[in-house]
């Protein structure tokens, strides 16, 4: 671990001369010091720098105004401190990995409650949660209850489905939703068909035209 922390201190000057070279030009240049500085201090604990630079060069492409993207990135650093702290509880041994840190602030970012998200890392210790995590978050979108949601793809990681085919169990659940069924019906049928869920496709507007949406949106357990 102390090796681990020199070579990140000893990497520090190369992060800032990387960051201001990719900021001049974009963004305000009063922001630069103050978004180097964020920079530095996140790759000083461990945390992915990338979606940071990314935030502030968003915020210059769009003329957003300098204390608006200090702001932001700012935001960013703190979710991805939170995230990095949900691996630890979740019992990830550190350092977390850029993927999994990032990963994870995407997930709390659309919405999945932390709880949800600290179960499913628990849940999957071995296996990238990329994926199960995306998956969660699309019925998260869609009212599902989250621990309603957890255990549907728990369910089927456990039945031998991975990756892309997370995201065809999500994505049939969300179209029995849309065919009409409640959220706990839409679940339960997807249960019962793991693991041969179909794989997920865009439904032709002749095979929605007729759908019903459920009469109401409220989460269901």
Excluded: Y
């Excluded at 628990?122 to 979108?141: F, K, N, T």
């Excluded at 065919?179 to 019962?192: I, M, P, Q, S």
Aim: glycine fraction near 6%.
């Amino acid at each position: 671990m102390k090796l681990a922390l020199l070579l990140c201190w000893a990497a520090l000057p190369l992060v800032g001369q990387s960051t201001r070279a990719r900021l001049e030009g974009r963004v305000p240049s009063a922001t630069i010091p103050v978004i180097d500085s964020l920079v530095r201090l996140a790759a000083a604990e461990g945390l992915p720098t990338q979606p940071l630079i990314q935030k502030a060069i968003e915020g210059g492409a769009k003329h957003i105004s300098s204390d608006r993207i200090v702001r932001a990135v700012t935001l960013n650093l703190e979710q991805l401190r939170q995230a990095q702290a949900l691996l630890v509880r979740a019992g990830d041994a550190p350092p977390a990995t850029a993927v999994e840190v990032t990963t994870v602030a995407s997930a709390l970012k659309r919405g999945v409650p932390s709880p949800v998200v600290e179960r499913l890392i628990a849940a999957l210790p071995s296996e990238p949660r990329s994926a199960a995590l995306h998956a969660v978050a699309d019925l998260e979108v869609h009212r599902f209850n989250g621990d309603s949601a957890a255990d549907l793809i728990i369910t089927a990681e456990r039945q031998g489905m991975r990756g892309q085919r997370l995201l065809d169990v999500s994505g049939a659940a969300i179209q029995q939703l849309q065919r009409g069924h409640t959220h706990a019906e839409a679940l339960a049928t997807v249960r019962d068909e793991i693991p041969n869920v179909p794989p997920a496709s865009l439904p032709l507007r002749s095979g929605i035209q007729g759908a019903r949406r459920p009469a109401t949106t409220a989460p269901q357990p």
